[in-house]
């Protein structure tokens, strides 16, 4: 409970040592997110993704920026991927936030992906819950775009933020992942370089192709630079012009339920995958030989595994 | 019950004004592939920007970098704001120090000091062995 | 280059040998021969490795391409300067030294500041706790640069000053401290280091973003060629590219791709033609403990030059082709272990750079990896250079290594490899495009973690750290900043700025704002707002406030 109390209260340390224990699987900790997430849905989630080079850790310094402005207090989760080899990471992502180091009322947190793919691990929404328990009033999800990712993402957020660069070839990507259905506002960063122009207008015919109902959200294109801090405000606006829209429409309710879903899917299939760990060593040597010698098939030792009396 | 995954997490600042990376990045690249988990800060940071990244990050060790000269004030300083926050994060440092400020040093807290020329399996080794998660 | 008979018969001598070393080396060795940055260097060269070589390439000094020197009389007609980078605690220290330097027979100064002064903060900013005077002088106001140059003869002596960010101030100091000593603009000799260019990419001491930065380098340039014509406004440095961990090849071409970039922005803005600024324009280099690749690089780097001028911007006048450069030697290849081992290695690294043609020359102390120099240290530095001089004999002949069919040939292939990194910058839009999407700083990271990958490995050795370790440890007295140096810096700053017209102080910034907000040249407004004694941090605060500031991107 008293752990409970100091992360309502926004203690910066218990928060952030909870989140730890979370993203680790401590016992104690997952016992911990049943009373956490009682106190969640306050905050608002606004999802970032692009490609790598997009600058979207230098834009998200930006972006606090401008909800600090507004007396928001603000949640950042940066996400770096895990290295496949080494089992490490450099979460270089803070780094390009720093300028707001010395805030008391901006947490940005780290994490690696540890192996998800897709960049949407259930760390990162256990994250999202503590600091939204915190009292954070909006919180950015920042992640590689790598297509199944964004798309997670974008089924996450309230607000799913696209962001590209001219001259990367992102047009074709943002036409296989699908993306263009699920984002809500395209940011053209860099858009200083040639190219800007025309990577707006290909953006704005390829939205216009997508069919859209009229009442239905129209998603906008912000060009910014990052670097210099230009087009921020456009863009912050932008996000909050979006979350007027969805309580105004009714969407939040569906989205937030939407999250839920993927939520309840997530922890389904992580319990799934850690019975493979807490099943008996032998009992799942003797399923594996049986199965490479055609004495069963894979779905009758799955449903075996699946359906073990719990220990 | 599934058995936790408990990686380290370190933070590698360089507090002060001094710029010279060359050494924070080959350590942060080493800890990565000793599967350690490395959050930079990059160069130029005040203390209290190290102390609060290192906190929000919950991490087991903050490793900083000075070559200004500047490492007993600035080093002691983090420890200082670290302790005054309820954090117990293990501390330890290198750069341009003589040998002379090590035990200064570890009178104000950093844990160890390690000197120019320290091979990276060294720091490696000895981040095994003396930090864990909690 | 060879008859073919000459040839011919070589390579006969060539069979004969190969089978000779057959016998002698059973196995081949496992042992790698290259040079520290990983260049592999064959048993052998030969006639054969420079018979296509033209020797209009190798040339005589003087003349284009300019690879045996850009003076036709070499160090006969002019030594090099030997200048060593000094500074420390309060200008009124260091201007000791500066005197003590001068009468041991140093022949130019150059100047060390602060990190604070580097910065562009003043020693009572709360960034500079701690930090004033430790690595270099502190310089706040005029009155400093008044103290640390006093009693030397601006008119007859030269000055080089590392300082990037806050090039413009530091200058405007220099020529109002000039003045004030009477001596004309049109007399006073130096250089400003104001390369903006490689503290993005290496040594990290930035305040502004790129493109403003770029625009104060070149209002510099161009003030320097209307006013103060014996001046060196930019150091386009590869020093700091090296200490970083980059190869010698990378060290040689984004050194002189930043300088591509200088040009062609001078061009561009200020619409100068390249003659008029192109010979001020002047180098500087690391002397890295690898002696044969450095001398080749050196060459290279002139010839190299001599065609970017000649060939990209068209330069007409002579003197637009020479790179003329200063050197130091390599403080990364410094060990803390044994240091009087450093004294061989700053030798070996000086010598190269004298055989490769340098015109001025710092020599690194023993104990600096420790600390800043001691007396002691810095004498035998000093001295250094003056037995290579004075008694070794290398400088009776300019360019000695010419024609040796192993530093010809390792300068050529110097030359290509850098020629392959010019023209990748090139294709990305130069260097500035380059810089922003990481690629110098990402290549310069690789190869630092390589190289030391390599040391932790044994491949390459490190006497003292990794091999020959242990011997007895020697005592040494290490130079101390008195910490009562930060205090009495910073009375003295609050005295200033107490003592000052304070609103012409305010009025002169003003001025500078809206300079810095126009395309105008900021220099004259600097130098006013320097007379009423602003402080640098005044003024580098108007830079951040109009330009910005730049965060380390961190690129890995």
């Known amino acids: 409970m008293e752990l409970l109390e100091k992360v309502l209260k926004g203690d910066v ?37 692009g490609a790598p080079g997009a600058g979207k850790s230098t834009l998200l310094g930006c972006l606090i920026g401008a909800f600090r402005k507004r007396n928001m207090k ?45 960049g949407l691990s259930r760390a990162t929404m256990n994250t999202v819950h503590v600091m939204d328990a915190m009292g954070k009033d909006i919180i950015f999800l920042e992640a590689v775009g790598s297509g199944q990712g964004e798309v997670d993402f974008a089924r996450v957020a309230d607000t799913s933020v696209v962001v590209l660069v001219p001259g990367m070839g992102d047009e074709i990507q943002t036409m296989k992942a699908g993306i263009m259905e699920m984002a809500d506002i395209f940011v ?124 | 019950m599934g058995k936790p995954e408990r990686k380290i997490r370190v933070l590698i600042a360089k507090p002060g004004l001094d710029g010279h990376d060359r050494g924070v990045k080959i350590v942060a690249r080493a800890y990565r592939d000793a599967g350690f988990e490395v959050i930079y800060t990059g160069v130029h940071q005040t ?18 970098s000075c070559l200004s000269g500047a490492h007993l004030h600035l080093f002691s300083e983090v420890v200082r704001q670290l302790r005054e926050r309820g954090s117990d994060i293990t501390v330890v440092g290198g750069g341009i120090i003589p040998k002379e400020d090590a035990p200064k040093l570890k009178e104000a807290g950093i844990k160890e000091v390690f000197l120019p020329g320290t091979p990276l399996a060294q720091i490696i080794t000895w981040t095994k062995e003396n930090v864990t998660s909690k | 280059m060879f008859t073919e008979k000459t040839l011919r018969q070589m390579r006969d001598g060539m069979d004969k040998w190969l089978a000779e070393v057959r016998k002698a080396l059973n196995s081949s060795s496992a042992r790698k021969f290259s040079t520290v940055s990983d260049l592999d260097i064959k048993p052998i060269y030969t006639p054969e490795d420079i018979k296509d070589l033209d020797f209009a390439s190798i040339g005589y000094p003087g003349f284009y391409p300019f690879t045996r020197g850009v003076q036709a009389t070499g160090y006969r007609g002019r030594p090099w300067t030997i200048r060593l980078f000094s500074g420390f605690g309060t200008a009124s220290d260091t ?67 590392t300082i990037n960010p806050p090039a413009s101030v530091l200058w405007a100091m220099y020529l109002a401290a000039a003045e004030k000593q009477g001596v004309g603009w049109d007399k006073v000799t130096g250089t400003i280091q104001n390369d903006m260019l490689k503290e993005f990419v290496a040594q990290k001491t930035f305040m502004c973003p790129p493109g403003p930065s770029i625009r104060l380098v070149s209002d510099t340039i161009e003030f320097g060629t209307k006013h103060v014509p014996r001046w060196n406004t930019i150091s386009i440095s590869g020093y700091h590219i090296r200490e970083a961990g980059s190869t010698a090849v990378q060290e040689l071409a984004f050194t002189l791709a930043d300088g591509i970039a200088y040009v062609q922005d001078v061009i561009n803005r200020k619409k100068m033609d390249v003659d008029d600024f192109a010979p001020r324009l002047s180098f500087f280099f690391n002397s890295h403990i690898d002696f044969f690749e450095e001398i080749a690089k050196f060459r290279a780097a002139r010839r190299m030059w001599a065609k970017i001028m000649k060939e990209r911007f068209k330069a007409k006048n002579p003197r637009s082709l020479w790179l003329r450069f200063h050197t130091q030697t390599a403080g990364c290849s410094l060990t803390a272990q044994q240091p009087f081992n450093n004294v061989i290695r700053t030798t070996t690294e000086a010598l190269a750079a004298v055989l490769g043609g340098t015109q001025s020359l710092h020599t690194n102390s023993l104990d600096e990896v420790l600390a800043l120099p ?24 300019i360019d000695p290594l010419a024609g040796s069919y192993f530093v010809e040939t390792l300068t050529n292939e110097l030359e290509e490899k850098a020629w392959e990194y010019i023209e990748k910058i090139d294709k990305m839009g130069g260097m500035l495009a380059a810089i922003e999407r990481g690629f110098p700083q990402l290549e310069i990271a690789n190869a630092a973690y390589k190289f030391q990958q390599q040391i932790d490995s044994g491949e390459k050795i490190m006497t003292g750290v990794n091999k020959y370790q242990g011997g007895e440890e020697t005592p040494m007295e290490l130079l101390k900043i008195d910490e009562k140096v930060e205090a009495e810096q910073v009375k003295r700053l609050r005295e200033i700025k107490r003592t000052r017209d304070n609103r012409k102080v305010a009025q002169k910034l003003d001025g500078l704002r809206s300079a810095c907000k126009s395309d105008r040249n900021v220099m004259p407004y600097v130098i006013e707002a320097v007379r009423e004694y602003a402080t640098k941090q005044e003024i580098c605060d108007v830079y951040r406030e109009v330009f910005g500031e730049y965060r380390d991107p961190g690129f890995f």
């Open chain 1, 13 to 49: 340390l218990a928060a952030a040592k909870l989140i730890r224990g979370l993203e680790d699987g401590v016992p104690e900790a997952v016992a911990e997110l049943e009373n956490v997430y009682r106190h969640t849905g306050h905050a608002y989630i606004v999802g970032v993704s």
């Open chain 1, 74 to 118: 603000v949640g950042v989760v940066a996400i770096d991927p895990t290295s496949p080899l080494t089992g490490g990471a450099i979460l270089g992502d803070r780094l390009r936030m720093q300028s707001h180091g010395a805030d008391k009322d901006v947490f940005i947190r780290s994490l690696a992906s540890r192996g998800w793919k897709g």
């Open chain 1, 188 to 311: 053209i960063n860099k858009s200083e370089r040639d190219g800007a122009e025309n990577l707006k207008m290909s953006l704005e015919a390829m939205l216009a192709m997508t069919t859209r109902q009229s009442g239905e959200w129209q998603p906008g294109i912000v060009l910014t630079e990052a670097i210099l801090d230009k087009g921020t405000e456009p863009l912050a606006e932008e996000i909050m012009r979006h979350r007027a829209f969805l309580v105004s429409s009714g969407d939040m309710t569906k989205r937030r339920r939407r999250r839920a879903e993927l939520e309840l899917t997530m922890a389904v299939e992580s319990a799934l995958r850690n019975l493979m760990e807490t099943t008996d060593g032998r009992y799942l040597a003797k399923l594996v030989d049986d199965l490479a010698n055609r004495k069963t098939d894979p779905i009758s030792a799955a449903l075996k595994i699946i359906n073990l009396p719990k220990t």
């Open chain 2, 47 to 64: 203390p209290e920007q190290i102390v609060n990244a290192a906190i929000q990050e919950d991490v087991d060790l903050v490793g900083m």
């Open chain 3, 95 to 161: 201007n000791q030294r500066w005197h003590q330097l001068l009468k041991e027979g140093e022949t130019g100064l150059s100047t060390a500041f602060d990190f604070p002064t580097l910065m562009g903060y003043d020693s009572d900013s709360p960034r500079a706790r701690a930090e004033v005077g430790k690595c270099g002088v502190a310089i706040d106001t005029l009155a400093d640069m008044e103290v640390l140059t006093e009693g030397i003869p601006l008119d007859k002596v030269s000055t080089s000053m």
């Open chain 3, 374 to 397: 001691s007396d002691f240290a810095v004498n035998i530095a000093l001295r250094t250079q003056q037995v290579i001089a004075e008694e070794t004999g290398v400088i009776n002949t």
